[in-house]
């Protein structure tokens, strides 16, 4: 049995949509999966359990949790929580708002270095992570062709 329990969508900082990690499980042979955006469950419906249930995919809840202890970033993964959660999304929430806080200093910061940040593109991402930072960077270094 394969079972992988730590995946990102494109949610959050990978490059697949849900329901494309479901066709990759299955096609791959992973029969148990849980996907752990950072500080998001937005992958979660009902219709991607069902989808997944029809591949034979088990899905299991998960999320990545961000937090810091003495100044240190520390990622704690969570399983198998209720969805419905009010309390609980909210608190994700938060979160989510302090990752645009992350990147709003850390912009300003990279600005005064020479580097450009688009941060009103980025801003839109909801988990915005330094993987969408970097990338954005990058690509603004490019030349374009």
Do not use: C
């Not at 009902?46 to 240190?72: D, M, Q, R």
């Not at 009010?86 to 645009?100: P, T």
Request: hydrophobic share 35%; proline share 2%.
């Amino acid at each position: 049995m394969k079972i992988d329990l730590h995946i990102h969508t494109n949610i959050s900082d990978g490059s697949l949509s849900p329901k494309e990690v479901i066709d990759e499980a299955w096609k791959n042979g992973v029969s148990v999966i849980s996907i752990t955006d950072h500080d998001i469950i937005d992958s979660y419906t009902p219709e991607l359990f069902s989808y997944a249930k029809s591949k034979n995919v088990k899905l299991i809840s998960g999320v990545e949790i961000s937090t810091k202890n003495e100044k240190a970033g520390i990622h704690v993964l969570g399983y198998n929580f209720d969805l419905n959660n009010k309390e609980f999304s909210e608190a994700l929430y938060k979160v989510r708002n302090a990752r645009h806080e992350y990147l709003h200093n850390v912009a300003k910061k990279l600005n005064e270095l020479g580097y450009f940040v688009n941060v009103e593109k980025l801003d839109k991402i909801d988990a915005v992570t330094k993987a969408h930072i970097t990338l954005d960077i990058v690509e603004s270094q490019l030349p374009i062709t």
